[in-house]
């Protein structure tokens, strides 16, 4: 019975973050139908960036965390300032599915190399927030920065799940996703919601890396493969509902820990990618997806 | 009623050649050139270093060929290419090593085992519909990854090493010319086939489908098995391409398989232009040769693809082919109205001369040309 709540734990833990990443794709697509290739890049930045600023930089932990949000914030700004108001609010460059993935795709080869030319090939890892020796019930035993991370996963998606379904505002951002011609005329500025979602959901993606950092450890390229896992998470939630992303991104996370645990240690991830794509093409409609944009 | 993609009879379907009609010489004439141009580069190369970047990339090319049809063309969300890559790679590697294949059997091999493999996957995952697939073929590469780095089989993370040249020689270098003139062989073939399909009525619906699937639908096009047929091409020339690359290094490892594959197929397809053949096959040589080449661009590679993919998809959509494409059409259509100029004042001078004054006429030096420029034909006079 521990060893199943000891994996339960740790699979929570890394399905919080699959999770949180999948809600943060999830409602920028709602708003804006573009994919957030990025969001693994600025996890990645907010903890390598915290880890570099207080130990090499010395800064204080707080204000090592706060220097590294600032400098996420600010490249989401530079990144919609430039590049997503240009092609999208000034009609310039490419359309159809080549918007969906590959402008952000862009900057989350942008980041990764300025990573590693600013870091270096080393692992990071942030100062823990709650620091100490994990939390024990008899034989079962739980991380606290995975307990934060679990918390805040669940805190952050029913957040995101609230505002789209029960604020104004939210269902502005959602109505710019369905039309952005319909939601002009009736005077939503979709272009306000589309920068100040993509800041938000890029500041929490940093926040979490920095919370769970001291857990795994970040490099330069740690990025992609959780954007990637965002986009599975996201994708069972039809691309377009936090919650729902939260909770598959924790399925994910237990099922993968409970494959390691009582199936193979080495085989767990391939068996659980496995799963997942046969259930995508063999239950398409799982996903909830429409036809893709032409 | 008629099915779709079965036509009346009377009524004459895309893709179905007509009696007397004149063959395409593209396909063919682009096959033959890439072939000698390609072969002629590599022997002048005499296998140098060069060579080897460049027959890398003639590999990297052969599956960017097939990503044009598929992503550029057909507009078809899949990003399994690194994964039929390593088909064709572990494919050659263990009938080499472990069955004792030759080079030509296990190619034909892995080409059968890659559009059994694509068929039985895509009949299933091309019925996913939109950004489904994506996420099917997303998933791909992450976990045929991981199985090639657990598998003690596949070499682990070692890969397999032996694998046979195309065409071996006397020495290293000889080896390296023969084999390259192989692998531009079947890159010209990889490329006809290609411009075939997209020059046919079959590239014509897949180009209507790639617009509007309901449009599509509406002409009669049958969406999946175009969408199987368009899978299958592309899953078997990364299958090739893999072979090529695994039998130019005479290893396989999994890198072939990995992600960082998939994204440099990726950039090598839309940096230089996804909609063009001319321009996949350049931007996988040129791109392999600055990766591996020069020390600057492998340091500060992640900003520099960064940047330059930004640049290109929100300047150029279609890549450097597409600016070049656009400035080529540009100075033609300016020498077509040149042309027509030219002409008009010629016929309109022979209307007004005898057939005696207008052969002096036409004898004259400069005579065309000064005609052209007075009625405003020439460099930029427009149409």
Same mark, same amino acid.
């Given at each position: 019975?521990?060893? #199943?709540?000891?994996?339960?734990?740790?699979?929570?833990?890394?399905?919080?973050?699959?999770?949180?990443?999948?809600?943060?794709?999830?409602?920028?697509?709602?708003?804006?139908?573009?994919?957030?290739?990025?969001?693994?890049?600025?996890?990645?930045?907010?903890?390598?960036?915290?880890?570099?600023?207080?130990?090499?930089?010395?800064?204080?932990?707080?204000?090592?965390?706060?220097?590294?949000?600032?400098?996420?914030?600010?490249?989401?700004?530079?990144?919609?300032?430039?590049?997503?108001?240009?092609? #999208?609010?000034?009609?310039?460059?490419?359309?159809?599915?080549?918007?969906?993935?590959?402008?952000? #795709?862009?900057?989350?080869?942008?980041?990764?190399?300025?990573?590693?030319?600013?870091?270096?090939?080393?692992?990071?890892?942030?100062?823990?927030?709650?620091?100490?020796?994990?939390?024990?019930?008899?034989?079962?035993?739980?991380?606290?920065?995975?307990?934060?991370?679990?918390?805040?996963?669940?805190?952050?998606?029913?957040?995101?799940?609230?505002?789209?379904?029960?604020?104004?505002?939210?269902?502005?951002?959602?109505?710019?996703?369905?039309?952005?011609?319909?939601?002009?005329?009736?005077?939503?500025?979709?272009?306000?919601?589309?920068?100040?979602?993509?800041?938000?959901?890029?500041?929490?993606?940093?926040?979490?890396?920095?919370?769970?950092?001291?857990?795994?450890?970040?490099?330069?390229?740690?990025?992609?493969?959780?954007?990637?896992?965002?986009?599975?998470?996201?994708?069972?939630?039809? #691309?377009?509902?936090?919650?729902?992303?939260?909770?598959?991104?924790?399925?994910?996370?237990?099922?993968?820990?409970?494959?390691?645990?009582?199936?193979?240690?080495?085989?767990?991830?391939?068996?659980?990618?496995?799963?997942?794509?046969?259930?995508?093409?063999?239950?398409?409609?799982?996903?909830?997806?429409?036809?893709?944009?032409? | 009623?008629?099915?779709?993609?079965?036509?009346?009879?009377?009524?004459?379907?895309?893709?179905?050649?007509?009696?007397?009609?004149?063959?395409?010489?593209?396909?063919?004439?682009?096959?033959?050139?890439?072939?000698?141009?390609?072969?002629?580069?590599?022997?002048?190369?005499?296998?140098?270093?060069?060579?080897?970047?460049?027959?890398?990339?003639?590999?990297?090319?052969?599956?960017?060929?097939?990503?044009?049809?598929?992503?550029?063309?057909?507009?078809?969300?899949?990003?399994?290419?690194?994964?039929?890559?390593?088909?064709?790679?572990?494919?050659?590697?263990?009938?080499?090593?472990?069955?004792?294949?030759?080079?030509?059997?296990?190619?034909?091999?892995?080409?059968?085992?890659?559009?059994?493999?694509?068929?039985?996957?895509?009949?299933?995952?091309?019925?996913?519909?939109?950004?489904?697939?994506?996420?099917?073929?997303? *998933?791909?590469?992450?976990?045929?990854?991981?199985?090639?780095?657990?598998?003690?089989?596949?070499?682990?993370?070692?890969?397999?090493?032996?694998?046979?040249?195309?065409?071996?020689?006397?020495?290293?270098?000889?080896?390296?010319?023969?084999?390259?003139?192989?692998?531009?062989? *079947?890159?010209?073939?990889?490329?006809?086939?290609? *411009?075939?399909?997209?020059?046919?009525?079959?590239?014509?619906?897949?180009?209507?489908?790639?617009?509007?699937?309901?449009?599509?639908?509406?002409?009669?096009?049958?969406?999946?098995?175009?969408?199987?047929?368009?899978?299958?091409?592309?899953?078997?020339?990364?299958?090739?391409?893999?072979?090529?690359?695994?039998?130019?290094?005479?290893?396989?490892?999994?890198?072939?398989?990995?992600?960082?594959?998939?994204?440099?197929?990726?950039?090598?397809?839309?940096?230089?232009?996804?909609?063009?053949?001319?321009?996949?096959?350049?931007?996988?040589?040129?791109?392999?040769?600055?990766?591996?080449?020069?020390?600057?661009?492998?340091?500060?590679?992640?900003?520099?693809?960064?940047?330059?993919?930004?640049?290109?998809?929100?300047?150029?959509?279609?890549?450097?082919?597409?600016?070049?494409?656009?400035?080529?059409?540009?100075?033609?259509?300016?020498?077509?109205?040149?042309?027509?100029?030219?002409?008009?004042?010629?016929?309109?001078?022979?209307?007004?001369?005898?057939?005696?004054?207008?052969?002096?006429?036409?004898?004259?030096?400069?005579?065309?040309?000064?005609?052209?420029?007075?009625?405003?034909?020439?460099?930029?006079?427009?149409?």
């Amino acid at each position: 019975m521990s060893e #199943f709540l000891n994996l339960l734990a740790a699979g929570l833990t890394s399905g919080g973050i699959y999770g949180i990443f999948g809600a943060c794709l999830a409602v920028w697509f709602r708003v804006c139908n573009v994919l957030n290739l990025a969001v693994g890049d600025f996890a990645m930045l907010g903890a390598v960036g915290t880890a570099w600023l207080t130990q090499t930089a010395g800064l204080p932990f707080g204000a090592g965390i706060a220097v590294a949000l600032a400098g996420v914030g600010l490249v989401a700004w530079l990144f919609d300032r430039v590049v997503l108001h240009l092609a #999208f609010d000034r009609g310039a460059g490419a359309h159809g599915i080549v918007s969906v993935f590959f402008y952000t #795709f862009g900057l989350s080869l942008l980041l990764e190399g300025a990573a590693r030319a600013m870091f270096g090939t080393d692992v990071f890892g942030a100062p823990a927030i709650w620091p100490g020796p994990a939390l024990a019930v008899a034989d079962f035993h739980v991380q606290r920065a995975g307990l934060l991370v679990i918390a805040l996963a669940i805190v952050s998606g029913l957040l995101l799940w609230a505002y789209l379904r029960f604020t104004v505002s939210g269902r502005a951002a959602s109505a710019c996703g369905e039309s952005v011609l319909g939601s002009r005329i009736v005077g939503i500025d979709s272009a306000k919601f589309r920068r100040r979602i993509f800041i938000v959901t890029a500041l929490l993606a940093a926040l979490f890396g920095i919370v769970e950092s001291p857990i795994t450890g970040y490099t330069y390229a740690s990025g992609p493969t959780l954007s990637l896992i965002g986009v599975v998470a996201a994708g069972f939630a039809a #691309f377009r509902q936090p919650g729902r992303a939260v909770a598959a991104g924790l399925a994910i996370g237990v099922a993968e820990a409970m494959l390691g645990g009582y199936v193979s240690t080495s085989y767990s991830d391939v068996l659980l990618y496995a799963i997942l794509f046969c259930i995508i093409i063999v239950r398409p409609e799982v996903l909830g997806l429409g036809p893709e944009p032409a | 009623m008629n099915r779709p993609g079965v036509s009346r009879p009377g009524v004459s379907r895309p893709g179905v050649s007509r009696p007397g009609a004149k063959r395409d010489p593209v396909p063919l004439g682009a096959a033959a050139g890439i072939t000698v141009a390609g072969g002629l580069v590599l022997a002048a190369m005499n296998g140098s270093y060069l060579g080897l970047t460049v027959t890398t990339g003639v590999a990297y090319a052969v599956v960017t060929v097939g990503m044009v049809l598929q992503l550029g063309y057909s507009r078809q969300l899949a990003f399994s290419q690194s994964v039929f890559m390593g088909v064709g790679a572990y494919g050659t590697g263990v009938l080499e090593t472990r069955y004792g294949f030759g080079s030509l059997e296990s190619l034909l091999a892995v080409i059968a085992l890659a559009a059994a493999a694509s068929l039985l996957i895509g009949a299933v995952i091309t019925r996913a519909p939109g950004l489904a697939l994506a996420l099917a073929t997303l *998933l791909l590469p992450l976990f045929i990854y991981q199985l090639a780095t657990d598998s003690g089989w596949l070499g682990s993370f070692s890969g397999i090493n032996g694998v046979l040249p195309f065409w071996s020689g006397p020495d290293y270098e000889a080896t390296l010319v023969r084999s390259g003139i192989v692998s531009v062989l *079947l890159l010209g073939l990889a490329a006809g086939v290609v *411009l075939r399909v997209m020059r046919s009525g079959i590239g014509l619906q897949l180009m209507a489908m790639a617009e509007d699937e309901r449009l599509g639908e509406s002409i009669g096009v049958s969406l999946r098995q175009r969408r199987l047929e368009v899978f299958v091409l592309g899953s078997v020339l990364a299958a090739v391409g893999g072979a090529v690359l695994a039998s130019t290094q005479g290893l396989v490892t999994p890198d072939v398989l990995s992600e960082s594959a998939e994204i440099t197929l990726l950039l090598m397809v839309f940096v230089a232009g996804r909609k063009s053949v001319a321009g996949a096959i350049s931007g996988a040589v040129v791109i392999e040769y600055l990766t591996t080449s020069t020390s600057f661009i492998s340091t500060n590679l992640g900003i520099i693809e960064g940047i330059v993919l930004l640049l290109i998809l929100l300047i150029e959509p279609d890549g450097v082919a597409g600016a070049v494409d656009r400035l080529l059409g540009h100075r033609t259509d300016q020498w077509a109205a040149s042309l027509r100029a030219w002409s008009a004042a010629r016929l309109q001078a022979r209307a007004h001369s005898t057939p005696e004054s207008a052969e002096r006429e036409l004898a004259a030096p400069g005579h065309g040309t000064r005609d052209v420029e007075a009625r405003g034909g020439g460099d930029g006079g427009g149409s």
